[in-house]
């Protein structure tokens, strides 16, 4: 059975590892541990995706942003996160272990140049010029086959 996590429990974990990061870079980090636990987690042929996190990211001027996380860092108050329960469920750590390594490096400006070049924040947007706001939700299953072309090396 898949467990979902609120986004504040998924931030904190990435917080947990780096306290001193950008809102930016911490939106990108749930978003990429959003996005690659789809394709990892689903077969093509699924109706309904299973998710790790209980929220949808919307398409934003920035990159994928998660609206109730921008929320509770709008002024930094970290409320709602660290509010949140941990996570500690092995597999599910050692995911966001993999995420973390790979995508932890980047800074958010590094994190948000590369998300603007993925297809499921591009068709979220169509219609919208690169500086107007936007808050459509990014499809699951734009996520999904963007990300499973990568694991296949397409």
């Given amino acids: ?3 979902m996590y609120s986004i504040f429990q998924v931030a ?3 917080l947990d590892k780096d306290l001193n990061m950008s809102a930016k870079k911490l939106q990108k980090l ?3 541990a959003y996005s ?3 394709a990892l987690n689903n077969e093509p042929n699924d109706s309904t995706l299973n998710s790790l996190i209980d929220d949808k990211a919307e398409a934003w001027v920035h990159g994928p942003v998660f609206k109730e ?3 509770d860092y709008k002024h930094f108050n970290y409320e709602k996160t660290f509010a949140s329960k941990s996570i500690n469920n092995s597999e599910d750590v050692a995911f966001l272990e993999q995420v973390y390594e790979v995508y932890g490096k980047c800074n958010g400006y590094e994190l948000e140049s590369i998300s603007h070049q993925e297809l499921p924040w591009i068709n979220a947007r169509k219609g919208y010029s690169l500086t107007e706001a936007c808050s459509n939700v990014i499809n699951d299953k734009d996520i999904f086959t963007e ?3 990568r694991l296949n090396g397409d």
């Fill in 69 to 71: 996380l921008y929320i």
């Fill in 12 to 14: 904190k974990w990435f």
């Fill in 1 to 3: 059975m898949n467990v």
């Fill in 30 to 32: 749930c978003w990429y």
């Fill in 147 to 149: 990300y499973l072309q």
């Fill in 36 to 38: 690659w636990y789809i």
